[in-house]
């Protein structure tokens, strides 16, 4: 197993930091959803039923995917289409004391780059991205990661100094 | 202290380069902790699995893009010019922000209008770190690979997990 893993197998969801899952009830409209995804800057919207259970998740692949064409460009059709008629129900979710490796597991098991978290309750706790897990990663290992030119190729182009 | 970056020589304790802008804070601290070297991170991104891209002209529709996207099951196309040169990338993100979220017919709207310009770009020698940054840092999900001017592949968030846990 390379060092890598190991990091992800002893870390768990919760040891993360805040991972904010923007939501809206469940009988949202795909509108207020796009807005939603907009500005939460998550790639993703949860929807919850009146307990803060997560029931479904819209993300920008879905909109790609799901949305009809008639209503890609038009707010006034996508006011008309219930969020529930594009979203992903039943979520892939995960337990926030479960470990990052377990999550990349499910990642690539199906597919998603979105798992839901749940608390000890199953109420929705967050959103865990693949971009999540990559940043904590090169957090872990600063000096092969951060340490580089702020515009890394523009930097190169021309020699320094001279 | 020595810019890592760009080489200047800057006053002792500033927290940014004077020249390049580069964060120097906590460089010239002694010690500096448990360093680990993985090298993993020093892959040359050649040698990372790269899919192929869906390539469009900056005058093809959206709605084109969006059905190639939809077919190959990706999520953005590059945009070329005449010449072949990567001129802009379109994602999913540029679907839901602008076109879906500002309400643009995606019929009778051009990629260049939507597209984002002058994208990121890495090389084919470039190490994976740099590509890691640029996923984990500044959030790109989709990273164009070149060879000198020429592009030979999209590097996607997906693709480096799943090689980073030894499933690629």
Known sequence: MNVIARILQETTISQMGPLPAPSLPEDATLRQAVELLVRGHRGGVVFVDGENNPIGILSERDVLRRVPENALGDPAEQEKIPARDV???????????????????????????????????????????????????????????????????????????? | MICPACGYDNIDGVDLCENCGMDLAGLDLPGGGEVIQNPLFKKPLRELPLKDPIVFAPSAKVLEAVQAMRDRDDGCVFVTDKARRLIGVFTERDLVVRVAGRGRNPAT?????????????????????????????????HLPILDGEKLVGLLSVRQVMRYLTGEA
């Open chain 1, 87 to 162: 979203m992903t129900r039943d979520p892939v979710t995960i337990p926030r004391t479960d470990s990052l490796f377990r999550a990349v597991q499910l990642m690539n098991e199906h597919g998603y780059r979105r798992l839901v978290i749940r608390d000890d309750e199953g109420k929705l706790a967050g959103l865990l991205a693949t971009r999540d897990v990559i940043q904590f990663l090169t957090d872990q290992f600063p000096d092969e990661t951060v340490n580089l030119p702020p515009r890394l190729r523009q930097e190169f182009r021309t020699p320094e100094g001279g």
């Open chain 2, 109 to 141: 709207t051009q990629l260049g209008e939507v597209m984002t310009h002058d994208p990121v770009t890495l090389q084919v020698g470039d190490p994976l770190a740099w590509a890691l940054h640029r996923m984990g840092v500044d959030g790109h999900r």
